[in-house]
């Protein structure tokens, strides 16, 4: 059964520099779900391509915080 659930290291070092800025904890955890939903959507891709969707879903999601 899928469960679609992101999981989040709080202890990883990445989130613990993030967390100190409430904005950037935010900006953090967008691109967490952008990557999880660009590896399950864009299957066979390669790294260059998945990298280009990164970007342009970090984009569009990141204007829409504010």
Not at 3 to 26: P, T, W
Request: glycine share 4%.
């Amino acid at each position: 059964e899928k469960r679609n659930i992101v999981i989040i290291n709080s202890g990883h070092r990445d989130f613990i520099y993030a967390g100190r800025e409430k904005a950037r904890k935010l900006r953090y955890i967008c691109r967490l779900f952008a990557k999880e939903l660009i590896l399950q959507n864009f299957t066979g891709m390669s790294s260059e391509e998945l990298l280009e969707r990164l970007v342009e879903l970090s984009l569009y999601t990141e204007e829409n915080l504010r």
